[in-house]
């Protein structure tokens, strides 16, 4: 089946240095699915951070950006330097039947910055 | 704009109860979504609406969960009766169209079944 994993639920980065979190994507019920990351931020109810629809391309927003891999079906998000402000709790998602309401979502990982 | 609105944002029901759960989608949007988050499970979609039509209904959540769309600026889910197991955050999102935009998401109602 359509399955979404990211392997850490829990991520802690000191401010300003280099972030990533992994995401890699089962996509048996169709091709080259959407890809999403969504945010939560504390207090906060879940957002849309950034989405790619085509496979190759790069998504970016708020500094964040992730790559469609379809070789390697992965969608990892990545920011250079990371602030206090985007500690967060992040997910992972994709589409199926070409709806982007429809989501199959990761566990989250949920990121901490060290001041 | 008004985003997608939810009401209650808590909930405490005893076991056996029946509950309802409201959404607000923003105006003008013709797709909304139900979703239902755990801890163990996270994010699962329970239903999904076009333009007031019941276009799925997440069949492991048939025989207690029930969504409705009366009109397009208002949905409800009704569980009956509740269960422990139904404690969880449920989520309401909507979109104009769903082909070629991102839902908005509620922030959710937690519920807590005693």
């Known amino acids: 089946g359509d399955s979404v994993t990211q392997t850490e639920g829990q991520v802690t980065v000191s401010e300003s240095k280099s972030l990533i979190i992994n995401c890699t994507y089962s996509a048996t019920s169709i091709g080259y699915p959407n890809l999403f990351w969504y945010v939560r931020y504390p207090g906060e109810g879940l957002q849309l951070l950034l989405k790619?629809?085509?496979?190759?391309q790069k998504g970016s927003s708020r500094g964040f950006e992730a790559t469609y891999n379809k070789e390697a079906t992965s969608f990892h998000l990545q920011k250079a330097s990371v602030q206090e402000s985007d500690s967060a709790v992040y997910y992972c998602a994709l589409s199926v039947n070409y709806n982007q309401g429809k989501l199959i979502f990761g566990q989250g990982t949920k990121l901490s910055i060290k001041p | 704009d008004a985003g997608v609105t939810q009401t209650p944002r808590h909930e405490v029901a005893e076991k056996g109860q029946t509950i309802i759960l409201k959404c607000e989608p923003v105006s003008g949007h013709n797709d909304l979504f139900w979703y239902r988050q755990t801890k163990i499970q996270g994010l699962e979609l329970l239903s999904y609406f076009r333009s007031k039509s019941l276009m799925e209904d997440g069949g492991a959540f048939k025989d207690r969960f029930k969504a409705e769309m009366l009109n397009s600026s208002f949905s409800t889910l009704k569980i009956q009766p509740t269960e422990p197991k139904d404690s969880a955050v449920y989520l309401c999102a909507s979109s104009r169209d769903g082909n070629n935009q991102a839902p908005l998401f509620g922030e959710g109602t937690r519920l807590s079944v005693l």
């Open positions: 790619v629809i085509t496979a190759g």
